[in-house]
């Protein structure tokens, strides 16, 4: 049995809603299958089973996404941003979708210098 949280660093930063909305349809879906592939070969088997358990038994996903940026993001930008990652965890078949039924999360963006990154974090209990 996996313990929760778990906890996985992605070496890369979602792109704003400004630049997915002014992308080619195919470059949109490319980020999400990018993201897809990042959160699923980040995680174990065991990890994955029990992500997928927590919707089978009617429960919410919570997910806290930290985002390690060199430039700041507007509030509803930042939000914005976090789509292309929802819409890979639903893809990486650890959600049904990302309904509020479903699924939950926070955003938080922090200002470092290289190398930029995000912290994903599954949880089966509400993230403050």
């Known amino acids: 049995m996996v313990v929760f949280p778990i906890e996985i660093i992605v070496p890369i930063v979602p792109p704003s809603p400004n630049v997915l909305l002014r992308a080619h349809w ?24 029990e992500i997928r358990a927590l919707n089978e038994e009617g429960n919410i996903l919570f997910v806290r996404i930290e985002q390690f940026r060199q430039q700041e993001l507007d509030p509803d930008n930042l939000h914005g941003s976090v789509k292309v990652i929802l819409d890979a965890i639903v893809a990486s078949n650890l959600a049904f979708n990302d309904s509020k039924e479903k699924m939950s999360y926070t955003v938080e963006q922090i200002f470092c210098n290289p190398p930029q990154k995000t912290k994903i974090r599954f949880d089966k209990d509400e993230i403050l």
């Open 26 to 49: 195919s470059k949109r879906y490319q980020h999400i299958r990018d993201w897809k592939d990042h959160i699923y070969y980040r995680l174990t088997n065991e990890n994955r089973k």
